[in-house]
């Protein structure tokens, strides 16, 4: 290349990069302007520890290390986590082939070719003798680039565009993992209900097993009716009727926990255990937070910012676009000759590409590029109010449950008193035994109620966290 040749390119090369910029608009996420605080809460005093929701493994609020244990594998074995887990490498592979428009490419070639051309000549008297093929072969080796440059930003566009689809990407991975955490930690305390409900369900067979001696005794002697026997015998029946029917739930509990870990149901079983009566809550903080803590708010965001940059992606084929390409080649019949210099045939040089009509092709693709993004921010304030309302709903069901806890705790209380009582009076004869199948009716219903208002703050405490985005928040972006 001479020199003069050499000046010209980067002349071109220098005044191209001087006059580049990206042609579209610069994003700035939309404002969202939120309360200063969640209208459900009010007086409600969520219990310690307050900084439940640090980042990390939000579950262990719970002091529960089966739960814990079952959380763990979520990342090890959950197939809606992994397969959100290789989408997100795809966003980060379609990243870096985006990068790699920033760059020229280079390309070498080797050929040998041989092959025969007719060729005619004359005799010495002048005379055209026919052409015949002669067979030769042809070597050629070289090297040859393309650099398109980057001046209206469309390479820088896509990069953006690219990048924010990748964070996207990892925020629905954060989703798919939240999620996946938040069922399982339903189910299993939906699971551990039906454990104390068996239980429940077992001390009642024991004690209406007693209840029944009771009265075939008194029967026995005289003192009570046939009727009381069977009255007592139909009342046992129902609840070891109960006590069979309990274990249908849990049996699809278990199964439902298998497949959250990635087992199949016949491999994997929950040993019963006691369920906890406290119900761990965190404060909800001002509904800003969400903005940070969500990834599903995150998801949303970072959508816009990718769907912005595509704007500049379709305003940038309105220019003209600029390739610097250049190529060294040789080419001789003879290989040990290939290299000589008078066989090299080299060029360099820009071109320049600019289409004049496409029908309204490009026009197109703006409009619909804005219409895009002016789509993904509705979808984005709708993503926010909606984890809005999730976070209030969940306050406003603990809160309440809290209430209720306290009034069916003491009408628990009231109703074992009252059983006790019937069947004393029962003994003595100074009630018929229907009292006491109401007593006890009357017990088991407000336990069962009790332990499924338990269950419900349980899940709604589960559900709270979860619509506080866990533990997660948007500086934990490994792509920035």
């Given at each position: ?6 000046r ?28 200063a ?7 409600w ?9 640090t ?14 244990q ?18 997100f ?9 985006a990068?790699?428009g ?7 070639s ?21 052409a ?12 040859s ?11 820088r566009r ?24 938040a ?27 007693q ?7 008194r029967?026995?002697f ?19 009727a109960q ?7 849990r ?14 149901p ?8 006691a369920?906890?009566?406290d119900?761990?809550?965190v ?30 992606v ?5 220019f003209?676009?600029l390739?610097l ?5 040789y080419e ?9 210099v ?5 060029s ?19 409009l ?11 979808s ?5 109010l ?13 809160r ?19 059983e006790?009582?019937t069947?004393n ?11 006491v ?5 009357t ?11 338990l ?13 506080l985005g ?11």
């Amino acid at each position: 290349m001479t020199n003069p040749t050499l000046r010209a390119v980067c002349v071109i090369i220098a005044g191209a990069i001087a006059a580049s910029c990206a042609v579209g608009p610069d994003y700035h996420r939309p404002r969202f302007d939120t309360t200063a605080e969640f209208k459900e809460a009010g007086d409600w005093k969520p219990s310690e520890p307050s900084d439940a929701l640090t980042r990390g493994p939000w579950w262990k609020i719970f002091n529960d290390d089966a739960l814990d244990q079952l959380e763990t594998q979520i990342n090890i074995s959950n197939e809606n986590v992994l397969a959100a887990a290789a989408s997100f490498e795809q966003a980060r592979a379609l990243v870096a082939q985006a990068q790699a428009g920033f760059w020229p490419t280079i390309a070498a070639s080797f050929s040998g070719q041989r092959g025969a051309s007719p060729v005619a000549t004359t005799n010495s008297a002048g005379l055209l003798i026919p052409a015949e093929s002669r067979p030769a072969t042809t070597y050629a080796a070289g090297v040859s680039g393309d650099w398109q440059l980057d001046i209206w930003g469309k390479i820088r566009r896509t990069v953006e565009s690219d990048r924010a689809s990748a964070q996207s990407s990892e925020a629905a991975l954060a989703a798919a993992r939240l999620s996946a955490q938040a069922s399982l930690a339903t189910d299993y305390f939906e699971l551990r209900a039906q454990d104390q409900l068996q239980k429940l369900l077992d001390d009642t067979v024991v004690a209406e097993t007693q209840s029944l001696k009771i009265t075939e005794s008194r029967y026995k002697f005289g003192v009570a009716a046939r009727a009381d026997v069977v009255t007592a015998e139909t009342q046992l029946l129902s609840s070891q009727a109960q006590q069979v029917n309990a274990k249908i739930q849990r049996q699809i509990l278990e199964h439902a926990l298998a497949v959250l870990i990635g087992k199949q149901p016949a491999a994997f079983s929950v040993d019963a255990a006691a369920m906890r009566s406290d119900v761990p809550t965190v404060p909800a903080g001002v509904p800003s937070a969400l903005l940070e803590r969500r990834p599903d708010v995150a998801e949303a965001e970072r959508n816009m910012a990718a769907t912005n940059a595509q704007i500049g992606v379709a305003k940038a084929a309105y220019f003209p676009t600029l390739t610097l390409g250049g190529s060294d080649e040789y080419e001789a019949g003879a290989l040990g000759h290939l290299f000589n210099v008078t066989n090299r045939i080299w060029s360099v040089g820009p071109s320049l590409a600019e289409t004049i009509f496409d029908g309204g092709l490009r026009h197109a693709q703006v409009l619909q590029a804005r219409a895009a993004y002016q789509g993904s921010v509705a979808s984005y304030r709708q993503t926010v109010l909606a984890s809005f309302q999730q976070v209030e709903d969940q306050i406003v069901t603990l809160r309440v449950l809290e209430q209720e806890q306290v009034i069916q705790d003491e009408t628990v209380k009231k109703a074992r008193e009252a059983e006790a009582l019937t069947l004393n009076q029962y003994k003595a004869g100074t009630v018929p035994y229907s009292s006491v199948i109401t007593a006890q009716t009357t017990r088991l219903s407000a336990e069962e109620t009790a332990l499924s208002v338990l269950s419900s703050r349980l899940q709604a405490s589960v559900a709270l966290i979860a619509a506080l985005g866990g533990g997660w928040d948007t500086s934990m972006d490994q792509l920035k």
